[in-house]
């Protein structure tokens, strides 16, 4: 039975906040077991049906979640916009499951987004909303991210306005995909020290996404801890094209602390830790772009 629209509303915060803290975890994927099996409050709610691409549970008046999968690319599916075209599922399009994923769209409910990247491998996007339908072409658009609240997407008053709110939902699309695709190649681990707490641990880009050749690929990120990471950006630790840890000058001539000496200066010099498979090696040309950019 459907819960009142306050249990409502509530019920699907903590289950967001719940599905947030399980990613921090578990490196910003979860397993199909994960997700049917998921606990809210004590009482089992699953995220994902066992045999549908949509979720549309008996406690909400409108859909709860849905998958996308990597057998029909994602990217395929996203348009210049930046937007997920999302299929109608077969059948009446007023009727089914069309019908919630409809209400989510007239009460600008937020859902999760799951991508599919491989059996047993979901990433979520929370939030995302559906934000309209063509119904001639049997499809939803559905933008993921707080920046693709309606109210920002609706009537944008202006061109750059528009093209702005569009990159940026582009690249939040992205974001979540390419943190489980890096912490799926280097095990979870630091590639620099090779701490193994996937929740200190951030999926780097080498050249920054901000740049346009910054592209979300697993070879254009590394898995680096909090303070690694931090270093990385801040150029105070390179990295070379030829996997060699670099510790600026400033840094290395510097005294005090057991952070400073283990976990800065003992790097210098260290090799990368890459991941299992050669394919997902970072690129040594986006390497070399950014070492240039690296103050010895
Ligand atoms: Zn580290």
């Not at 799926?184 to 999926?203: G, W």
């Not at 346009?212 to 690929?217: T, Y």
């Not at 510790?247 to 005090?256: A, D, H, I, N, Q």
């Amino acid at each position: 039975m459907a819960l009142n629209s306050y249990e409502q509303a509530r019920l699907r915060l903590a289950i967001f906040a719940d599905l947030e803290i399980m990613m921090d975890r578990n490196g910003g994927y979860a397993s199909r077991d994960e997700l049917v099996n998921f606990e809210i409050e004590g009482k089992r709610l699953g995220l994902i049906d066992y045999s549908r691409g949509i979720r549309n549970p008996i406690e909400f008046d409108s859909t709860l979640s849905v998958v996308t999968s990597a057998e029909s690319p994602y990217s395929d599916n996203v348009g210049d916009d930046g937007l997920l075209r999302y299929s109608m599922r077969s059948g009446d399009p007023v009727g089914g499951d069309n019908r919630k994923l409809r209400v989510a769209m007239e009460t600008r409910t937020p859902i999760i987004l799951f991508e599919k990247l491989k059996p047993n491998v979901y990433v979520p996007s929370i939030p995302a909303f559906v934000i309209d339908e063509i119904r001639s072409e049997r499809y939803f658009l559905i933008a993921a991210g707080e920046a693709a609240w309606p109210g920002s997407l609706a009537t944008p008053e202006d061109e750059i306005a528009k093209r702005y709110v569009e990159q940026v939902v582009k690249r939040r699309v992205h974001q979540p995909v390419f943190r489980a695709r890096v912490m799926i190649a280097y095990q979870r681990t630091c590639a620099v020290c090779r701490l193994a707490h996937p929740e200190l641990l951030d999926a780097a880009h080498i050249v920054p996404d901000s740049n346009e050749r910054g592209v979300a690929r697993v070879n254009n990120g590394l898995a680096l801890c909090k303070i690694h990471h931090a270093a990385f950006d801040r150029n105070l630790m390179g990295i070379s094209p030829d996997y060699v840890v670099h510790v600026s000058g400033e840094l290395l001539r510097e005294s005090g602390g057991t952070m400073l000496k283990h976990a800065i200066q003992d790097m210098h010099n260290v090799g990368l830790s890459l991941p299992a498979s050669a394919e997902n090696y970072p690129s040594r040309e986006a390497l070399d772009f950014r070492f240039s950019t690296f103050i010895h």
